[in-house]
């Protein structure tokens, strides 16, 4: 037995001071009445779609259309902005703006209008954040003046409007949130209004957009629905008031 015992360890030592030359895995058979627990597969890594400057553009895109009417102009323009779908079918899904289009019969802006498109074109294509660019798009103001909508709303250039354009598509999208009042809020809002009105003789309006005619300018949402109670201002739009 000792015999044995040493002709075994003088193989083992042989075989560790050989040279490997090479190896394979051997499988250990399965015997009956034995179970063996099944390998579970690691899950292939979920390749994310994002847009850069070399994606190829789809020969379809997802869009919608835009109408603004401004006072300065007898003619409407209309803002076309197309997206991509990244992720399709995933829990990733997601629409990312791609180009966008203005169109108008008043050629007075042609110019500046067609160097816009190009720009926020590139923009949207280039990927990343994108939402910095309606900002400074609202920020811009027209030397001449700006001019009031429907509703109230003030708008310091034709620039900003289109920025507001953007920024309404964002929030369709969901790249952006919207500053949505809730349910508290609107109903304090409405008693306050009901109040004013009452106090100041005035008729109520149907549309809930037409805000008193004695309202001011809010400075936060730019829209004439400031009202003064109690000897503070509160917004009947973005509920922004100096009483806190």
């Not at 193989?11 to 009956?32: F, G, L, P, W, Y």
């Not at 300065?72 to 079918?89: C, E, F, K, R, W």
């Not at 100041?200 to 008193?212: K, M, R, V």
């Amino acid at each position: 037995m000792s015999q044995n015992m040493s002709s075994g360890q003088a193989s083992a030592n042989a075989a560790i001071r050989q040279k490997i030359i090479a190896c394979e895995v051997v499988k250990e058979e399965k015997t009956e009445g034995t179970a063996v627990e099944p390998v579970a597969e690691k899950p292939a890594e979920l390749t994310m779609e994002r847009v850069h400057e070399n994606l190829d553009r789809p020969e379809r895109l997802l869009g919608s259309t835009y109408k603004i009417k401004t006072p300065v102009s007898p003619h409407a323009l209309y803002i076309t902005i197309n997206d991509v779908l990244l992720n399709q079918g995933t829990e990733f899904e997601q629409r990312h703006p791609y180009e966008i289009f203005i169109n108008s019969k008043n050629m007075d802006h042609f110019m500046w209008v067609v160097a816009l498109t190009r720009v926020i074109s590139a923009v949207f294509r280039k990927g990343g954040d994108v939402v910095f660019m309606v900002e400074e798009l609202k920020a811009v103001f027209d030397p001449k003046g700006g001019y009031f909508k429907k509703g109230g709303r003030y708008m310091p250039s034709l620039v900003a409007e289109i920025g507001y354009a953007i920024e309404d598509h964002l929030q369709t999208i969901g790249l952006l949130e919207g500053d949505e009042l809730d349910e508290g809020q609107r109903q304090l809002l409405a008693a306050k209004r009901a109040e004013y009105e009452q106090r100041t003789s005035a008729s109520p309006t149907d549309n809930a957009g037409d805000f008193p005619a004695g309202a001011q300018l809010c400075t936060k949402c730019n829209v004439k629905a400031a009202i003064l109670m109690d000897g503070c201002y509160t917004c009947l739009n973005c509920a922004e008031s100096k009483c806190g």
